[in-house]
């Protein structure tokens, strides 16, 4: 569920990476940016957002700008 509005790609980026290389984990991918496995896994299924200094991390690892990771979801009143 996202939270305060916005949506994460991690879990999409995280597959992809997966597929690409087979050796990629989540915890391995936690260690190179310094967090916890547990804190990664609160962001990859929207349970947190993240400080700015770990999205950027987590952006620059990826080599993806941060918007295409967390978005905000437009609401429409119709």
Same mark, same amino acid.
């Given at each position: 569920m996202p939270i305060k509005g916005f949506t994460c790609?991690? *879990?999409?980026?995280? %597959? #992809? #990476? @997966?597929? @690409?290389?087979?050796?990629?984990t989540q915890g391995k991918f936690a260690k190179r940016i310094g967090l916890s496995? &547990? %804190?990664? =896994?609160?962001? !990859? &299924? $929207? *349970? =947190?957002?993240? =400080?700015? $200094? !770990? %999205?950027?991390a987590i952006a620059k690892e990826l080599n993806l700008p941060i918007e295409r990771i967390w978005f905000k @979801?437009?609401?429409k009143n119709d």
């Open positions: 790609n991690l *879990r999409l980026f995280f %597959a #992809e #990476e @997966k597929m @690409k290389n087979p050796t990629f496995t &547990t %804190a990664l =896994s609160a962001l !990859v &299924t $929207e *349970r =947190s957002l993240p =400080s700015f $200094e !770990v %999205a950027y @979801k437009e609401c």
